[in-house]
């Protein structure tokens, strides 16, 4: 079993963490990360585009012209694609944009990141965080003590209403759940920080 060092909100050394050798060993897959992250973005790309085709422009349906006679090509409709402001052809439509990854690349993308993000020091466990109030500035000052960079990610069990609230005006600090932590938010930050009771929920989440 390899350990992980705790500290408190003084930046003084706690208890330490075990945590499974075979998660701290595995090798960082590129591959694998590159594709979990993509199906990630794709899943919340909104994909509301849409343009209109000759059947859904409002125009009156009266033949432009008579068929024969003009010189002209005949012309049936206003809504013809070769005509300004009529239908677009092969226009792009509303859909998801989303597509699936098998799980087995999602757990070997979630182990990678995470031991890589170990190997490079980019992981902080904090023995607690309990703010007694939701003022930014405290919130700022136990970051300061930690000597943490400006964008870092705050991962706690449960996310208090003073947590949340504090932390909000810090454009560089984001906090969510270990529920919701995903290979995109572990690549996004430079550091993390897991509060000592969600590292022991997730390091459940990576032995599966």
Same mark, same amino acid.
């Given at each position: 079993m390899a350990t992980i060092k705790t500290v408190d909100a003084g930046n003084k050394a706690a208890e330490k963490i075990e945590i499974d050798d075979t998660i701290l060993e595995t090798p960082y897959h590129k591959k694998a990360v590159s594709e %979990? %992250? /993509?199906?990630?973005? #794709? #899943? *919340?790309?909104?994909?509301?585009?849409?343009t209109k085709t000759r059947g859904e422009v409002a125009y009156s349906t009266r033949k432009l012209y008579r068929q024969k006679g003009t010189g002209s090509s005949r012309a049936g409709s206003a809504k013809s694609p070769i005509r300004r402001h009529g239908g677009t052809i092969f226009g792009p439509?509303?859909?998801?944009?989303?597509?699936?990854?098998n799980k087995k690349t999602k757990r070997?993308?979630? /182990?990678?990141?995470? #031991? =890589?993000? %170990?190997?490079?020091?980019?992981?902080?466990?904090?023995?607690?965080? *309990?703010? @007694?109030? *939701? +003022? @930014? +500035? *405290?919130?700022?000052?136990?970051?300061? +003590?930690? =000597?943490? &960079? =400006? +964008?870092?990610?705050i991962v706690a069990d449960e996310v208090s209403e003073n947590? /949340?609230?504090?932390? /909000?005006?810090? &454009?560089?600090?984001?906090v969510l759940s270990f529920r919701s932590l995903n290979v995109y938010e572990m690549m996004k930050y430079t550091k993390v920080v897991f509060l000592k009771d969600a590292l022991e929920a997730y390091k459940e989440r990576l032995a599966r």
């Open positions: %979990v %992250v /993509r199906q990630f973005l #794709a #899943a *919340n790309q909104q994909g509301t585009h849409s439509q509303m859909r998801s944009h989303s597509f699936r990854v070997l993308a979630t /182990r990678s990141v995470f #031991a =890589e993000k %170990v190997r490079q020091d980019g992981v902080l466990v904090l023995d607690s965080l *309990n703010l @007694t109030d *939701n +003022k @930014t +500035k *405290n919130l700022k000052a136990i970051l300061a +003590k930690l =000597e943490l &960079p =400006e +964008k870092v990610l947590l /949340r609230l504090a932390s /909000r005006n810090l &454009p560089g600090v984001h």
